[in-house]
Every structure is written in C-alpha cells, then in structure tokens.
C-alpha cells in the first residue's frame, strides 16, 4: 500500500515532472549522490574505530 | 533526450563500469530499483540488483578475476571458487563495490528458474536512462514489484514507471509475468 495521499500526490507530480522535463537527472543528481557520498563517509570513519567493521556489517544487513 | 556525461549520478558511472566487464563474460541484466531510479524515481539506494545466467563454476571465475583485475571487489570472497561454490550455487546472491570502498554495491545472482531467463532473453538497453546497460523490462519489474516484492518502495516504484511510460506500457505482459510469478515463485496456481 502506498502511503497516505499528499506523498502519492508527489509521487505522481515528480514522475510526471521527469516525463516531460529533460533536466530531470541534473535536479536529481545532487541529492542521490549526496546519499551516497554521506554514507560512504560514515561508513569509513565507522570502520576506523574499535569494533567499527562488525557495526558495519549489522548496519548493512539493515539496508538490505 | 540524451544525457551527457556530466549528468551521470555515482550509481550511473558504478553500473556503466562494472556491466562493461560483465558483458564480456555473459548475459546479465539490471532489475528491480535500480531500473526506477534511472527513471527519475526520486529516492536513494546502496545496492543494485544484477541477475547473470547460468554460467559454470569455471566461467564465473574468469568473471570474477575480471572484476578484481579491474578495480572492484566481492564483499564475500576474493576467492571466485568460493563465491560460486558456497553463495551463488546455493542461491544467494554475492555482492561487490570499488576496492576500498562500502557502495554503492552491485548485487548479483544467476538466474534460478525460467522467469529470471526469460528476463534475460528479453533483456534491453533504455534510451531514456541515457545509460549503456542492460536492464530487465519495464513491463518485468512492475510485475516483479506489484506481484512479488510489494513493499512500499516497490509499489511507489512501480508507480512512477507507470507514468512514465504510461502510452507504451504492455499491461497483457505484466498480467503474464504475474502469472508466472504467482506459479513460480508464489506456488500459487491461478
């Protein structure tokens, strides 16, 4: 089930915004590689530290 | 619309690499989130879901050493032997990223029934992603979300694919791929 209407909504505005839009991938860009390089940052100061690579692994298995 | 280099996303510039020694190897296709978000599908992910067909232990080895010699390696083993013989064999998927790095990740498996090879078969490139890999179809992963996976992200996947291609979308071929999925992997019989 999808959540409740407004966040539909968006779903349906940002979707139809990508079908008709070309510039769609340079607005989106800096937020999923945002995602990424954040997580990448934690991930290595995490595995720096006393029992960082087991807190890792359960955090990966989270994400999955 | 094509897409020029500098749009492409860290995810993008991961699968181009690694499909590029895949393709070398076997059939592979890209599925499931992934397919999505290279649509505009406007959330985060770590992993990409990657399914090869069947290969031999000897075949994916030389995948494998493919891989390691290019810059990338298995979060399982570094041993390809291993990787086949103790994950993918047994139906587990096996993961890989940059050496040195946590993700993004690419999550493999071999395909395990006539569902995953008929995907492969029918396997496309997506002028619209602007990204020089295989996916599986787009009328697949909506059925896969709908049918089978159904969190929340899937169905709001499957959503925003929809409307996308919502002149061109084959709904016989969902309906049939959901079928299969319900007798496959469900165990359902219509």
């Keep these: 089930m999808i959540r409740d209407k407004s966040h539909n909504e968006q779903i349906e505005r940002w979707a139809d915004y990508v079908k008709n839009n070309s510039d769609w991938k340079i607005k989106l860009k800096p937020f999923l590689d945002a995602q990424l390089i954040i997580a990448s940052r934690v991930y290595k100061k995490l595995a720096e530290t006393k029992e960082g690579r087991k807190k890792i692994i359960e955090l990966r298995k989270i994400h999955r | 619309m094509k897409r020029e280099i500098k749009d492409k996303t860290i995810l993008d510039e991961f699968a181009e690499d690694f499909c590029k020694i895949v393709d070398k190897h076997c059939k592979y296709i890209i599925c499931s989130g992934f397919v999505a978000i290279s649509h505009g599908r406007s959330r985060g992910t770590e992993d990409i879901d990657m399914i090869i067909e069947k290969v031999s232990e000897s075949e994916f080895i030389k995948l494998h050493n493919d891989l390691i010699k290019n810059g990338f390696e298995c979060m399982q083993s570094q041993d390809g032997k291993k990787v086949y013989a103790y994950y993918l064999i047994n139906k587990d998927s096996v993961r890989y990223t940059r050496k040195g790095e946590f993700l993004p990740e690419m999550e493999i498996k071999l395909a395990k029934d006539e569902l995953d090879l008929e995907q492969i078969n029918s396997r496309q490139k997506i002028p619209f992603t602007g990204l020089n890999v295989y996916f599986s179809?787009?009328?697949?992963?909506?059925?896969?979300?709908?049918?089978?996976?159904?969190?929340?992200?899937?169905?709001?996947?499957?959503?925003?694919?929809?409307?996308?291609?919502?002149?061109k979308i084959n709904e016989d071929k969902i309906k049939l791929i959901k079928q299969k999925i319900r007798r496959l992997r469900l165990k359902k019989n219509d």
Excluded: M, P, T, V
């Design chain 2, 137 to 167: 179809s787009i009328e697949g992963n909506i059925a896969f979300k709908e049918e089978l996976l159904g969190a929340e992200k899937d169905l709001e996947d499957a959503k925003h694919l929809r409307i996308i291609y919502s002149d």
